[in-house]
């Protein structure tokens, strides 16, 4: 039960080491990678390692969770009735081609 314990205190401090190290810059994860591994007893690049993983983790996790909410305020603004940018951008560019063409049939008249 101990070990137990002890391997749950890992998980966790590693978890929490994780999150410390996105928020910190490059050279302070390095230091946080030393501190990890002096008190866990461990390898300090394992804990590099470690810690990397758990970013890419969390970077590929933001990643979908950025694509699931523009997804879900496409359906939004699609069920409100509301344009997307890439159809306003589209009436834009027939409205200047319509403004063109007439100019030129007022040319010719």
């Known amino acids: 039960?101990?070990?137990r314990d002890n391997a749950r205190g890992s998980l966790e401090t590693l978890a929490l080491a994780g999150l410390g190290a996105f928020?910190?810059?490059a050279g302070h994860a390095d230091e946080l990678s030393d501190e990890i591994a002096s008190r866990l007893g461990v390898e300090r690049d394992d804990v590099r390692a470690a810690l990397a993983d758990v970013l890419e983790s969390w970077r590929?996790?933001?990643g979908r969770l950025g694509e699931r909410t523009t997804d879900a305020a496409s359906k939004?603004?699609?069920e409100l009735g509301i344009a997307s940018r890439d159809a306003v951008d589209d009436l834009r560019l027939r409205v200047?081609?319509?403004e063109h063409r007439l100019k030129l049939l007022?040319?010719?008249s």
Do not use: F, I, K, T
């Open 1 to 3: 039960m101990a070990d």
């Open 23 to 25: 928020a910190l810059a």
């Open 60 to 62: 590929r996790e933001a």
């Open 76 to 78: 939004v603004g699609e």
């Open 96 to 98: 200047a081609q319509l």
């Open 106 to 108: 007022e040319r010719v």
